[in-house]
């Protein structure tokens, strides 16, 4: 089953397109690009696991002991960073646009501009 976190991946990037696509409403855009993120964190799991190997802590560990590239988990944990802190700036902008505009609908704003 090597390729199922791969299949995931490609469903979960699929979903978080196709809810972008068809969002009528500027929070759930932003909660479908969350979902679309999330892909990459899968991707990079799975890029980076290693069956049978032990994590990255070689302090009792065999030198022969395949161990877990630590590198894919913190590239994994940045994305999470990153992920959230663009979030929280896509909401305030939502918030920001909605106190001011009074739509969240992006279709809308988009006529305002004109």
Same mark, same amino acid.
């Given at each position: 089953m $090597?390729f199922?976190? %791969?299949?995931v991946s490609?469903? =979960?990037?699929g979903v978080?397109v196709?809810?972008m696509?068809t969002? *009528?409403?500027l929070?759930?855009?932003?909660? /479908? =690009?969350?979902? !679309?993120?999330s892909?990459t %964190?899968? &991707?990079? =799991?799975?890029i980076g %696991?290693?069956?049978g190997a /032990?994590?990255?802590?070689f302090?009792s560990?065999?030198?022969?002991t395949?161990?877990?590239d630590?590198?894919?988990?913190? =590239?994994t944990l940045?994305d999470?960073?990153?992920?959230a !802190?663009?979030t /929280? &700036? &896509?909401?305030?902008? /939502?918030v920001r646009a909605?106190? *001011?505009?009074?739509?969240l $609908?992006?279709?809308?704003?988009?006529?305002? *501009? $004109?």
């Amino acid at each position: 089953m $090597d390729f199922l976190p %791969y299949v995931v991946s490609a469903w =979960l990037f699929g979903v978080g397109v196709v809810a972008m696509v068809t969002a *009528r409403n500027l929070i759930s855009l932003i909660m /479908a =690009l969350v979902v !679309t993120q999330s892909s990459t %964190y899968v &991707l990079l =799991l799975a890029i980076g %696991y290693v069956t049978g190997a /032990a994590p990255p802590i070689f302090a009792s560990v065999p030198s022969s002991t395949p161990a877990v590239d630590p590198v894919v988990q913190a =590239l994994t944990l940045t994305d999470i960073v990153v992920e959230a !802190t663009v979030t /929280a &700036l &896509l909401l305030t902008f /939502a918030v920001r646009a909605h106190q *001011r505009f009074g739509t969240l $609908d992006p279709r809308e704003l988009r006529a305002l *501009r $004109d």
